[in-house]
C-alpha cells in the first residue's frame, strides 16, 4: 500500500527542468517582500506585513523568526512550510549547542535549511517547500552574513537581497545603490553622522547610529514596492554581540516618514529651478519648465 | 561526593556546591562550576555521576532554550521541574541517569522557588536542601536557623553555618564552594567561602 507513496513528485522534465521546484518558485513569488541588508556592523530584515485582521493577534503573525539568539529568518511564501522549517532549524542549533559546545555559524545553519529543502526536491511523495529564505547573523569572530535560501536548495551569501513579491524591482534598486550606501554606512561607523538630502541642497548631516542608517537604506528598499505605512512593515535589526530587536511601529513609522522626506526633497531637487515649489507654497506646481537654466 | 546546598530567602534563592572532583584518594580538579545557569533566571545545581552530570544537565538547558525560541517566552521554574522530573523518570528504567539536582530559579509570577530533584524522578518544592552526604550534616543546620524570607546577608550567613559544618565533619575534604544568587535581576556568582 506504502508503494503508492514512494514514487518521487519532482522529477525531470524532458528539456532539464524540475517543474515542481519551478511551480514553487512560483508561490515564493507570491509571497510578501522581504529584505535584508548587510552594513558593516550591523543587519536588517526588513519585511512587508500582510495586513492582519482587526480580530487577530499581531504577535502570532510575524515573519521574522529567531531561530538562535544570535541567527534570524525572514521568508518569502507559504507560512505553514515555513513554520516547519524553521522549527528543524532550531532544533539543529540547538543540537549543535549540545555536541559542539559553541554557536552555530551562519553559513552552518543555512547549509543544514538548504540541506533539507534540497532532500524534499529528491524524495517519494514529498513535495518542495514552497519558501524562500534570508537568513541573518554575526558569527562568532563577529562579522555580519546575510544568506538566501530557495526551494531548490540552492544557497548563497549575499550584501543586500530581496525575495517575494516584486523582489526583482527591489533587488534592482540595491544593486544600484548598494555600493554608495556602503561607503556611507563606513563613514557613519567612524563620524556618526550621515548626510541628508534636504530642500535647501546644502550639505546637511545627521546624527545617527549604523544599524539606523541600515534601517532607513532598507526601508528606501522596500517602500519602492510596499505602500508607505508603519503598519504594513516588520523590521529587525541586528548588531554583533546584542539581541536582535524587533523595531516598535513608532520607530518604524519615523523611519518611513524619514525616508519620505528624503525622497521628496531628492525630487524637489532634481526639479529645474524654475519649476520648483516655493519654500511653503504648493508642491508639484504644474508650470511649464522656462527656458532658462536648461 | 558533591557537596550541594540551596536557601530560598526573600526574593531571592542563593545556590551553594563543593568545587571537587576527586576519585578514589585522587583530587583531580578544585575549581569545578556545580551550579549551571540554565537561563538567565534559573540555577541548576548538579551532583552525582560525572558524564552523567553534565550530560544530563545540557542536555536539559539546550531543550529549555529551544522552548524559548520556538515560543518567545521563557519557561517557568516549576515547567523546567516537571520537564526535567519527567526526563529523569524516564531514565530511571531504560537509561538511567545517576544526577541528582536542585534547581533554583526566579519568576515573575511566583517569586523564588528551590526544587529538589533526584535520579529516580523524585521532584518536591523545599524551602531549603542539600543532595549528597553533606545533606546528612546540613540540614540540621538549616533545620535550626533557617527562617523564611531572610535577607541575603542573613540567608549567606545560615550558608556559611552549613558550609563550615561540612568542613568540619564530612571525611572529604573540600576546601572550595562556589555561592551564586538568582532573583528578580537574574543569575549572579558571589565570593565563594
Not at chain 1, 128 to 142: A, H, K, Q
Not at chain 1, 191 to 211: L, P, Q
Request: proline share 4%.
Amino acid at each position: 500500500m506504502s508503494s503508492r507513496y514512494d514514487r518521487a513528485i519532482t522529477v525531470f522534465s524532458p528539456d532539464g527542468h524540475l517543474f515542481q521546484v519551478e511551480y514553487a518558485l512560483e508561490a515564493v513569488r507570491k509571497g510578501t517582500t522581504a529584505i535584508g541588508v548587510r552594513g558593516t556592523d550591523s543587519l536588517v530584515l526588513c519585511v512587508e506585513k500582510k495586513s492582519t485582521a482587526k480580530l487577530q493577534e499581531p504577535r502570532t503573525v510575524r515573519k521574522i523568526c529567531k531561530l538562535d539568539s544570535h541567527i534570524l529568518l525572514a521568508f518569502a511564501g507559504l507560512t505553514a512550510d515555513a513554520r516547519v522549517l524553521v522549527n528543524k532549524a532550531r532544533i539543529e542549533c540547538q543540537s549543535y549547542r549540545l555536541t559542539v559546545e559553541d554557536a552555530p555559524s551562519v553559513d552552518y545553519v543555512t547549509r543544514h535549511i538548504a540541506g533539507i529543502q534540497q532532500r524534499y526536491t529528491q524524495s517519494g511523495g514529498v513535495r518542495p517547500f514552497g519558501i524562500s529564505t534570508l537568513i541573518v547573523g554575526f558569527d562568532l569572530d563577529g562579522t555580519p552574513r546575510l544568506f538566501q535560501t530557495d526551494p531548490s536548495g540552492t544557497f548563497s551569501e549575499w550584501k543586500a537581497a530581496a525575495i517575494g513579491r516584486n523582489s526583482k524591482t527591489v533587488s534592482e534598486f540595491l544593486e544600484k545603490k548598494y555600493p554608495e550606501f556602503v561607503e556611507e554606512n563606513k563613514q557613519v561607523k567612524e563620524t556618526g553622522r550621515a548626510s541628508v538630502v534636504s530642500g535647501e541642497g546644502g550639505d546637511e548631516t545627521e546624527e545617527i547610529t549604523t544599524e539606523d542608517h541600515v534601517v532607513k537604506f532598507a526601508v528606501r528598499a522596500l517602500l519602492e514596492v510596499v505602500e508607505s505605512s508603519a503598519k504594513n512593515i516588520e523590521i529587525a535589526v541586528m548588531k554583533a554581540g546584542q539581541e536582535m530587536k524587533l523595531l516598535e511601529e513608532e520607530e518604524i513609522a519615523k523611519a518611513v516618514a524619514s525616508v519620505e522626506a528624503e525622497k521628496k526633497a531628492a525630487e524637489e531637487a532634481r526639479k529645474p529651478p524654475a519649476a520648483r515649489a516655493d519654500p511653503g507654497g504648493a508642491a508639484g506646481s504644474s508650470q511649464p519648465p522656462t527656458t532658462s537654466g536648461q | 561526593m558533591d557537596s550541594i546546598i540551596a536557601v530560598v530567602g526573600d526574593g531571592f534563592v542563593v545556590s551553594a556546591a563543593d568545587c571537587t572532583n576527586a576519585r578514589s584518594i585522587v583530587v583531580m580538579k578544585e575549581d569545578v562550576d556545580k551550579v549551571m545557569e540554565l537561563d538567565h533566571h534559573k540555577l541548576l545545581s548538579m551532583a552525582g555521576e560525572p558524564g552523567d552530570v553534565v550530560q544530563f544537565t545540557e542536555y536539559i538547558q539546550k531543550n529549555v532554550h529551544l522552548y524559548e525560541l520556538r515560543t518567545g517566552i521563557p519557561m517557568s521554574t516549576t515547567a523546567v521541574a516537571s520537564f526535567t522530573r519527567n526526563e529523569l523518570a524516564k531514565s530511571i528504567r531504560k537509561n538511567p541517569y545517576s544526577v541528582n539536582l536542585l534547581l533554583a530559579g526566579y519568576d515573575p509570577k511566583t517569586g523564588p522557588e528551590l526544587y529538589y530533584l533526584d535520579y529516580l524522578g523524585t521532584l518536591t518544592k523545599m524551602p531549603y536542601a542539600a543532595q549528597g552526604y553533606c545533606s546528612y550534616f546540613v540540614l540540621a543546620t538549616l533545620d535550626r536557623y533557617y527562617r523564611s524570607s531572610m535577607s541575603l546577608d542573613e540567608a549567606l550567613d545560615v550558608m556559611r553555618k552549613a558550609i563550615q559544618e561540612v568542613k568540619v565533619r564530612f571525611l572529604i575534604n573540600q576546601p572550595k564552594f562556589t555561592i551564586k544568587v538568582v532573583d528578580v535581576n537574574g543569575t549572579r556568582t558571589l565570593e565563594s567561602f
